[in-house]
């Protein structure tokens, strides 16, 4: 399952960071949470289902699929090959900036098909709450 930003455009102004709602859609309900803002809306972090549903009801939302990261412009949420450590990932921050998240060890092989190493590593990482995605363990959960 894929998860991405989207941006809802709102003029609620209670709405604050780390917030968790519900986006009734007749009798659907797709639970969300707030991981930033824009001028005119919130940036929630959605999967490819929610989206498509989303995009189906007539919501006024957008992509965010790319920001600027150091005067750059970097792909949001798409592990890559790394500089620093093994892999690499830009996404926006607890405060709505654009972060650089490292991960992975450049000198050891993802051994994931070993059903004992993956079992050993998801349960070493917590992997069952990999926490937020601005955070090295989430994505090497993922990666796991």
């Given at each position: 399952m894929k998860?991405?930003?989207?941006?809802?455009?709102?003029?609620e102004s209670r709405i604050t960071e780390g917030d968790s709602f519900a986006i009734e859609l007749g009798e659907l309900i797709i639970e969300t949470s707030?991981?930033?803002?824009t001028d005119d809306g919130v940036i929630i972090e959605a999967d490819n289902k929610?989206?498509?549903?989303?995009?189906?009801s007539g919501a006024l939302l957008e992509s965010v699929s790319e920001a600027k990261y150091q005067g750059r412009e970097v792909s949001l949420g798409k592990p890559m090959q790394g500089d620093v450590k093994k892999s690499k990932v830009y996404v926006r921050g607890p405060k709505g900036n654009v972060v650089k998240v490292n991960f992975g060890d450049k000198n050891m092989k993802i051994k994931k098909s070993i059903p004992a190493r993956r079992k050993s590593f998801r349960a070493r990482h917590n992997c069952a709450n990999?926490?937020?995605r601005w955070k090295a363990r989430y994505w090497s959960c993922r990666a796991w």
């Open positions: 998860i991405t930003d989207i941006v809802i455009h709102t003029t707030v991981v930033g803002f929610a989206m498509a549903l989303l995009g189906l990999p926490g937020p």
